[in-house]
C-alpha cells in the first residue's frame, strides 16, 4: 500500500476482507476499491497501482 491511509479507508478495507467481498466503495471518493485480498487471490499484478495491491507495485 502506498502512503498513509485514513482510518477510514482502513476500516472500510478491513471490513470488506471481512465479509468476503470484493472491494469497497471509498468513504472520500466514492470509487470502488478492491481489497488486498481479492487482488492476491487473482494471482497476478495488473501493474495499474491498485491501493491495495499485495504484489508492491
Do not use: K, N, W
Amino acid at each position: 500500500m502506498s502512503g498513509e491511509l485514513s482510518a477510514e479507508v482502513v476500516a472500510a478495507h478491513d471490513a470488506a476482507v471481512s465479509a468476503g467481498e470484493a472491494g469497497y466503495i471509498d468513504p472520500d471518493s466514492g470509487l470502488f476499491v478492491l481489497t488486498a485480498a481479492y487482488l492476491a487471490e487473482r494471482g497476478h499484478c495488473c501493474e495499474q497501482g491498485c491501493r491495495h495491491c499485495p504484489y508492491g507495485q
